[in-house]
């Protein structure tokens, strides 16, 4: 249904979108998640834009011998003849089995990695705020940093938002993103 929308691409904007949000609505309408759960699969297919678009095209670059088109005003595309039975009943066994790879990497890879990168958060955050008073969202920013910096504060970023923390402290929360994010 959702690989159909995106063939016949109703809409000016957002075909990609709504393919997405349909994936995710049929996997929850099929109890592939707990209630209020969105599974990431969408982050899985955009990681494979290149294959993503591979297997539109299978299906699609073979059909437009058969499509009289011209372009609209807008940059759109028009189709002048019927093509409405190029989409009722389509075989989309490449398309399911893409999908298939995508939701399968999401279980394997992405959950267990989130889930890990969470508990790791909540490891350092907890251990950093045992000797620095600091909000969570303060907490996400210093660990940002320190990903960029290999683990290390750049003096930009100590002499800037954490100005306040000291010396000891600085090795200290080096320390711990080391031990919690494995660097």
């Known amino acids: 249904m959702a690989f159909g929308l995106v063939f016949a691409h109703p809409f000016t904007d957002g075909n990609g979108r709504i393919h997405r949000w349909l994936v995710h609505h049929v996997l929850a309408k099929a109890d592939y998640n707990p209630p ?24 699609t670059a073979p059909l437009l011998p058969f499509i009289d088109w011209r372009e609209t005003a807008d940059g759109n595309v028009e ?3 019927d093509t409405a039975d190029f989409y009722r009943f389509f075989d989309a066994t490449a398309q399911a089995e893409f999908l298939y790879t995508c939701v399968e990497q999401t279980v394997e890879v ?11 958060f909540d490891r350092f955050a907890a251990a950093v705020k045992e000797f620095v008073e600091m ?27 954490f100005s306040a923390i000291t010396d000891a402290e ?4 080096e320390e711990l993103y080391a031990r919690s994010f494995g660097g």
Do not use: H, M
């Open 170 to 173: 600085t090795a200290r929360i």
């Open 110 to 120: 992405d959950l267990p990695g989130e889930v890990k990168f969470l508990q790791a």
């Open 36 to 59: 209020g759960l969105v599974f990431p699969v969408s982050a899985a297919i955009l990681r494979r834009l290149d294959e993503y678009r591979s297997v539109l095209l299978s299906y």
């Open 135 to 161: 909000p969570d969202a303060q907490i996400e920013l210093l660990r940002g940093f320190l990903e960029q910096g290999g683990g290390k504060f750049q003096k930009r970023v100590r002499e800037g938002k």
């Open 79 to 81: 189709a002048l003849n």
